[in-house]
C-alpha cells in the first residue's frame, strides 16, 4: 500500500474528478465488500467453510491472490502518471492501451478481484466469497463511471477501445 501511495505523488495534474456523493457511494459498497472478505466471522451463523481448512487450500488462496496483486502492480505502473484512486481526467491524459490494458480496460481491479479471491479461498469461508461479489459490484459502479469520463475525453478512439477489450476478464467480461 505504500508503495502504491508513494506513487500517487508522481501523478498528473487533475482537471477533472467525479463528485465525493459518487465516491462514497461505491467506496461503501467496497467498504462493505473488504470487511466480509477480510472478517468472515462478522456473517455470524453464515460464518461456514465452503472449502477445507487444509495447508493446500491456504497456500492456494495465497498464490492466486499474490498474482492479482502483481497484476494489479503492473497494471498501476504502466498507467504511470494518469492514475488516480478516485475518478478522474488528468492534465494531459492519455488512453493507455499497452501492457495490462491491451488485455482489459481495467486491470487494477482484475488485478485486485483475483486477490479478493484468492484471499477467499485461503480463508475457505462463505462471508469472504460473499464479500468478492459485493467488492466486484463496488468496482463495477466505479469502472462504469471511468468509461463515461474516457468515452468523453476520448471519444471514437475509447468507444474502439472498448469494443476490441473486455472490461475485468478477457475474451469474457
Given at each position: 500500500m505504500a508503495v502504491w501511495m508513494l506513487a500517487a505523488f508522481w501523478s498528473r495534474r487533475t482537471v477533472r474528478r467525479e463528485s465525493l456523493?459518487?465516491?462514497?457511494?461505491?467506496?461503501?459498497?467496497l467498504g462493505l465488500g473488504f470487511i466480509l472478505l477480510f472478517k468472515p466471522w462478522s456473517l455470524g451463523p453464515?460464518?461456514?467453510?465452503?472449502?477445507?481448512?487444509?495447508?493446500t487450500t491456504?497456500?492456494?488462496?495465497?498464490?492466486?491472490?499474490?498474482?492479482?496483486?502483481?497484476f494489479a502492480f503492473w497494471a498501476r505502473f504502466t498507467l504511470g502518471r494518469n492514475w488516480s484512486s478516485a475518478v478522474t481526467v488528468k492534465e494531459d491524459h492519455r488512453l493507455i492501451q499497452r501492457g495490462p490494458y491491451r488485455a482489459v480496460r481495467h486491470p487494477i481491479y482484475s488485478g485486485f478481484l483475483l486477490a479478493a479471491l484468492g484471499t477467499a479461498i485461503g480463508y475457505g469461508k462463505l462471508p469472504c466469497m460473499i464479500g468478492v461479489a459485493i467488492v466486484f459490484l463496488?468496482?463495477?459502479i466505479k469502472w462504469r463511471?471511468?468509461?463515461?469520463f474516457m468515452e468523453e475525453?476520448?471519444?471514437?478512439?475509447?468507444l474502439e477501445y472498448r469494443r476490441e477489450v473486455r472490461a475485468i476478464v478477457p475474451g469474457l467480461l
Open positions: 456523493k459518487r465516491r462514497m457511494a461505491y467506496g461503501a459498497v453464515l460464518n461456514v467453510r465452503f472449502l477445507p481448512d487444509t495447508l491456504a497456500l492456494t488462496g495465497l498464490v492466486i491472490a499474490a498474482a492479482g496483486v502483481g463496488g468496482f463495477r463511471m471511468e468509461e463515461r475525453q476520448f471519444g471514437a478512439e475509447y
